[in-house]
């Protein structure tokens, strides 16, 4: 239990009498804000603050008709907020001390490693997506929420994806709090997607079980395959540009094949049975040849530019001075 004549501050623990003796206290090293002392001394902890920009989340202005949030600023580009915890319970404060979800939750923290207003909040009685900036919950409530990570190799964020738990099944629920799959399966695996097509749902995958048979369904909902194989997965032909995705698979004992392969938004979605004259596998691109090179990494040139000067000869980079 936390002593409650002090106050952890950052990491740093000072005396709530010391701290009153000052009227605001800077909050942060690089995105930080001014605190109210009066305020913050009601906690037993503060952490350093998140900030997101109010333009960026509304950019006409903000309306009473998708906010519930009283306490935004009128003449601040940023709205800054931080953690606290009292009774080893979270929740979330604004730099003018207001509070913006009471400290009741066991769990409490920011939905994605991008600046979204995004939290997702867990206690006995159930899990939620929480838009701090709105002051409002945005999605289901469910039993737990869990993050996910995706299988696009060029991120190493969860890009916004939470596994969605009720009664016992799991589903996938978006940091918006938009419901990307019911929670009726056994498990989700997601998501995995194509470069080109990384905004189109139809072409965004998770891998899903149910009594031990994996499946798989897009973003939309709608199934791409059946719920019957013993084992199934993505592959990623290169890992520095995942414009080729496939999904391999089998059944039984069977040996595993293609299932699935998504070359670009032009070709799309090719069976087990395509041409493989016109497949990744004789026409790899020029990128996983040159990927690291310096004419790639430092000067900038595209794919077509390398093929061009050096003729389509993957060793001629190594000569640049």
């Known amino acids: 239990m936390e002593n409650k004549e002090t106050i952890i501050l ?18 942060g090293k690089y995105n930080g804000a001014e ?3 009066n305020k913050i001394v009601n906690y037993d902890r503060v952490f350093s603050p998140f900030h997101f920009s109010l ?8 309306t009473n008709e998708d906010c519930d949030n009283p306490y935004l600023p009128e003449d601040e580009d940023c709205y800054y907020v931080s953690l606290v915890t009292k009774d080893e319970r979270y929740g979330l404060i604004d730099s003018y001390g207001n509070v913006i979800i009471p400290p009741i939750y066991q769990v409490l923290h920011c939905a994605n490693e991008t600046w979204m207003p995004y939290f997702v909040a867990k206690k006995e009685d159930g899990a939620f997506i929480f838009d701090v900036l709105r002051k409002k919950v945005i999605s289901d409530i469910y039993d737990d929420i869990k993050v996910v990570a995706q299988h696009h190799p060029a991120s190493k964020s969860t890009d916004g994806y939470f596994k969605s738990y009720k009664n016992g099944k799991c589903g996938l629920v978006h940091e918006t709090g938009k419901q990307i799959l019911p929670p009726i399966f056994d498990d989700c695996f997601g998501l995995c997607w194509a470069g080109k097509e990384s905004c189109n749902p139809e072409y965004r995958f998770a891998i899903v079980t149910n009594n031990d048979k994996k499946g798989l369904y ?10 019957k194989y013993d084992s199934m997965r993505f592959v990623h032909p290169d ?6 995705i496939r999904v391999r698979g089998k059944i039984g004992d ?9 070359e670009s938004a032009e070709k799309g979605l090719f069976g087990n049975k395509r041409n493989r004259k016109n497949s990744f596998f004789s026409d790899r691109p020029t990128f996983g040849r040159y990927a690291g090179s310096y004419a790639q990494d430092e000067m900038g040139y595209s794919d077509d530019d390398i093929d061009t000067i050096f003729d389509g000869d993957p060793s001629a980079y190594w000569n640049i001075d």
């Open 10 to 27: 950052n990491g740093s623990t000072w005396s709530k009498k010391e701290l009153l003796k000052f009227e605001t206290i800077y909050l």
């Open 35 to 37: 605190f109210p002392t």
């Open 55 to 62: 333009a960026r989340h509304f950019p006409d202005g903000v």
């Open 218 to 227: 897009n973003e939309l909902g709608n199934e791409v395959l059946p719920i």
């Open 239 to 244: 890992s520095f540009n995942a414009k080729n």
């Open 254 to 262: 069977e040996k595993e094949i293609d299932l699935i392969e998504y």
